[in-house]
Structures are given as structure tokens and as C-alpha cells.
């Protein structure tokens, strides 16, 4: 069983739409949770992170995470053409880091 | 958050040669990591390099085929040897940020491989 699991797409979305990208994982230490976004021909860059269950909101980006269910989510709200990326979810127990197969998402204007 | 180059940003190299990717850091960072990214698959990490020290390999993966130097805190190379076409991939640098006590990591903008 890998360690993390994400839902390769691809995903379609108008503008405008909510988008919701998961990723579960499968061990209950992971203490760290973070989305990365990734541009075509470009290095992943971190979006957002957080350590504890609950809702993170940083403008149009929520970050969720269910330990009960070891669940984690990103909402896009309002999403925008330049949203079109790959996004990543990357776990970490401070030491180890595991990623996300990335889940590729178009906003079509 | 840190600012990360790499060069080259891309190359088309031949069976059996080798090529040394550099990665540069406009900051002093004590660890700095080697990523391969293949299409499809996750980020999977090579190696971690600290300064002053060997660098340490993940499974799968060997000093002879990926030698890795780290002559300060601000700069790394990797070096793919005896290139294959197997070895063809995106291969990025990072570092790690000290967000609040927090691991993260910071990526540069990656190197293309293509070996033919």
C-alpha cells in the first residue's frame, strides 16, 4: 500500500467552479499535510500547509484534513484559468517526506 | 521562502554519458534534497544532502549512478552516470523551509532529461 494515494485525473472544471482534490493516506503518524502546485515545465511550488485536523483557508484555497479518516482535501473556490496546474499533496512525518501522484486540473474560461 | 535555480534547464544526451545537474540557493540551507519526477508517478526522492557530509540515498538508488557533491550551504550537484534511456525524467532540487517548526520544502524549477 503506498503511503499516499491521489486521484491522477484529469479534471475538467469551467470557471468559476469549486474544485475539490483528495489524497488519503495510510499512516497515522503523518503530522504534516501540504498542497503543491506545479505549472507546466515548472518546479512544484507549496500552496498551502497545515498540521492538524480541520479547515485552513488562505483566500480561494481551503485546505482539509480528516486524521479520523486520514483524508485530506484542497478546495478551489471561484476557480480561475490560471489555476490550470498540477496539484500535489505531500505528507510528512518531519523526517520522511512522501508525494502525491498529482492531480491534473483545467479551468476552462 | 527560498529562491532555487537549476542548470541546465533541459538536455538531450546520448546512451552511456553523463550529465551534472547544478542547483544553486540564494540562501544557506543545512539540507538540500534530489528528486526525480517521472510522468505519472509521484516525486520520489533520490538522495539528501548535507554540507560537509556524504550524502544519503534512498532504496533504489546508488552513489556510483547518481554521485552527489555538496561543497557548501548554498549550492549541489547531481551527476546522472552512464546515462540509460530508463533515466530520461525531470529531476529537481529543494530545500527545506523552517516554516514555524513545520517541514516543508521549497523546489527549483527542475531539469529535463532526455537520453536517447
Known amino acids: 500500500q503506498k503511503e499516499v494515494e491521489q486521484d491522477p485525473g484529469p479534471l475538467s472544471v469551467p470557471e ?7 489524497c488519503t493516506y495510510s499512516n497515522s503518524a503523518f503530522q504534516y499535510f501540504m498542497w503543491y502546485r506545479q505549472y507546466s515545465r515548472k518546479g512544484p511550488e507549496l500552496l498551502m500547509y497545515t498540521y492538524s485536523s480541520g479547515n485552513k483557508e488562505d483566500g480561494r484555497f481551503t485546505a482539509q484534513v480528516d486524521k479520523s479518516s486520514k483524508y485530506i482535501s484542497l478546495f478551489i473556490r471561484d476557480s480561475q484559468p490560471s489555476d490550470s496546474a498540477t496539484y500535489l499533496c505531500a505528507i510528512t512525518t518531519g523526517n520522511q517526506f512522501y508525494f502525491g501522484t498529482g492531480t491534473s486540473l483545467t479551468v476552462i474560461p | 521562502s ?3 535555480s537549476q542548470k541546465p534547464s533541459r538536455d538531450i544526451c546520448q546512451r552511456g554519458t553523463s550529465l551534472t545537474i547544478q542547483c544553486q540557493v540564494d540562501s544557506q540551507v543545512t539540507m538540500m534534497f534530489w528528486y526525480r519526477q517521472q510522468p505519472g508517478q509521484s516525486l520520489t526522492l533520490i538522495a539528501t544532502a548535507n554540507q560537509g557530509s556524504e550524502a544519503t540515498y534512498e532504496s533504489g538508488f546508488v552513489i556510483d549512478k ?4 555538496r561543497p557548501n550551504l548554498t549550492f549541489s550537484t547531481l551527476t546522472v552516470s552512464n546515462m540509460s534511456p530508463e533515466d530520461s525524467s525531470i529531476y529537481l532540487c529543494s530545500v527545506e523551509s523552517g516554516l514555524a517548526g513545520l517541514g516543508s520544502q521549497y523546489f527549483g524549477p527542475g531539469t529535463r532529461l532526455t537520453v536517447l
Do not use: D, M
Open chain 1, 16 to 22: 468559476g467552479a469549486i474544485v475539490s482534490l483528495n
Open chain 2, 66 to 69: 547518481f554521485p552527489i557533491s
Open chain 2, 2 to 4: 527560498a529562491v532555487i
